[in-house]
């Protein structure tokens, strides 16, 4: 019996999406870690720079038609979803080459600006990995589309594994530079891509197949998307692209992406039932099973949120162990204006509990198909956390008052995404954790009656 329930677990959605993403996340985490310990301090801001530079790019190409793709292929028939893979392939295309361009015009004419700043590598580097990035990008979002988290996993695994492994063998022997270490990222981004094309998941040999319908059913919710993610992207990274302009500097950005990086953990979990919650939402949406869409809302809530709660008190206990595992002692006793790296890592456990309702109101208002609103959310998420980001560096003259903001502007998100959501189906604070509540109690009454 025990090996049935083992069998049955393993091969579930949410098992296999949360898995995903912990292995990712595992050896994201440890190849940081590597990086924050063998590079200098600036270097290593350039690679922070480097990498939230490119989570922007890719977050604007994904936003134009994932979201979209997702929720439509998710009552889609069968020719449908080839028009629409084909559709995806064809707007990926044409905006990462947009894109592209747009970087080598940037940096073509201020140069010295960008690299005075930080972002030379950036610049230079992500024209070309935008399009490496391309076919495992698109095979990621087709696959949760399909919902094939295995295919997910092992797409997801390969440059992760790789890549770390080309880490450790740097720390323990070559210590490579800065330039070199983005060459090999981008080579094993390339092998990833590869791989996704020869085994077809990336949709291109469906690119005969888009038509114009297809291709505005997409813009058309990409128009608002594309914004939120755009949007919801700036929100984990404007803190660090604000703060390296600032009086603080760069140094400081590598200081400050230490505790962020807690935030990046907290989102494991999140991102695992959020990618298996929105097709099913999104389904039962276009069916109009509204109490089934009502349910399935409090249920990821619920439970995220007390998942969080625990989490959060371990990170706020142990937040000084947290920044000795990150890097080391290095930024733990830097004196750099004052900075209380392990008081920020503390604000971030209490941002943790915020998130999953949050997050999930989002997916709920794409769901119903009012990505607008979701959009109008963001902005007003964006504009609390620019302006608080402003206000604590340049009034309070205080790291630790950025993360504050990140609190403020959270909060401000869940109560105006809850507005708007219950105008769809009604909800509540109290069917949240009353839904979280019953699945503990349920999970737990059947786990006693096997023992």
Same mark, same amino acid.
């Given at each position: ?9 393993? *091969? ?6 949360? $898995? ?40 604007? /190409?994904?936003?134009? +038609? ?24 064809? @707007?990926?295309? @044409? ?17 010295? !600006? ?77 092998? +990833? ?6 085994? $077809? ?7 005969? *197949? ?11 919710? &990409?128009?608002?998307?594309?914004? $939120? ?41 999140? /991102?695992?039932?959020?990618? $298996? ?5 999104? *389904? ?10 009502? #349910? ?32 080391? #002692? ?37 769901? =119903? ?19 608080? #980001?402003? =206000? ?11 993360? !504050? ?25 109290? &069917? ?13 009454? *059947?786990?006693?009656? /096997?023992?």
């Amino acid at each position: 019996m025990l090996i049935g329930l083992i069998k049955k677990i393993v *091969k579930e959605d949410n098992f296999l999406s949360l $898995t995903g993403n912990v292995v990712i996340a595992v050896f994201g985490f440890a190849g940081f870690a590597l990086l924050a310990r063998s590079l200098a301090p600036n270097d290593f801001a350039q690679w922070v720079l480097f990498i939230s530079g490119g989570s922007l790019v890719e977050m604007v /190409r994904h936003g134009i +038609t994932s979201n979209g793709l997702v929720r439509f292929l998710s009552g889609a028939t069968e020719g449908e979803r080839d028009h629409l893979i084909g559709a995806n392939v064809v @707007v990926s295309l @044409v905006a990462t080459a947009i894109i592209s361009l747009l970087l080598i015009f940037v940096y073509s004419f201020n140069q010295v !600006v960008i690299d005075e700043a930080g972002y030379g590598l950036f610049f230079k580097w992500y024209p070309i990995v935008a399009f490496i990035n391309l076919p495992f990008n698109n095979a990621l979002v087709i696959l949760q589309a399909k919902m094939d988290y295995g295919k997910i996993l092992l797409v997801r695994s390969i440059s992760s594994v790789f890549f770390f492994g080309f880490l450790v063998f740097n720390f323990f022997s070559q210590r490579y530079s800065i330039n070199e270490i983005v060459i090999a990222f981008v080579i094993f981004n390339a092998a +990833t891509s590869i791989y996704c094309i020869i085994k $077809t998941w990336d949709g291109i040999i469906l690119i005969r *197949k888009a038509n114009k319908k297809a291709i505005n059913t997409l813009l058309n919710f &990409g128009k608002y998307s594309t914004f $939120t993610l755009i949007g919801t992207n700036l929100l984990r990274n404007a803190d660090v692209f604000i703060i390296s302009v600032s009086p603080f500097g760069s140094a400081a950005v590598a200081l400050f992406s230490i505790p962020l990086k807690l935030t990046e953990l907290q989102q494991i979990p999140l /991102r695992s039932f959020v990618a $298996t919650a929105y097709p099913k939402m999104s *389904k039962a949406s276009i069916e109009g099973r509204i109490d089934d869409l009502r #349910d399935l809302f409090n249920t990821y809530s619920g439970v995220l949120t007390y998942l969080f709660f625990f989490v959060s008190i371990g990170t706020f206990l142990f937040a000084k162990q947290f920044v000795i595992l990150v890097s080391g #002692d290095q930024y733990l006793d830097v004196e750099l204006h004052g900075i209380d790296v392990v008081m920020i890592v503390q604000i971030f456990s209490i941002y943790g509990l915020l998130l999953p309702i949050d997050r999930m109101t989002g997916i709920g208002l794409d769901s =119903v198909n009012k990505p607008g609103i979701n959009a109008f959310k963001v902005m007003i998420m964006l504009t609390a956390n620019v302006i608080g #980001d402003l =206000v604590a560096i340049y009034v309070f003259e205080s790291i630790e008052m950025v993360a !504050v903001a990140t609190l403020v502007f959270t909060t401000t998100g869940i109560f105006v995404g809850m507005y708007y959501l219950d105008k769809s189906f009604k909800i509540s604070f109290m &069917g949240i954790f009353k839904s979280g509540n019953e699945f503990y109690r349920e999970m737990l009454l *059947k786990f006693s009656k /096997r023992q």
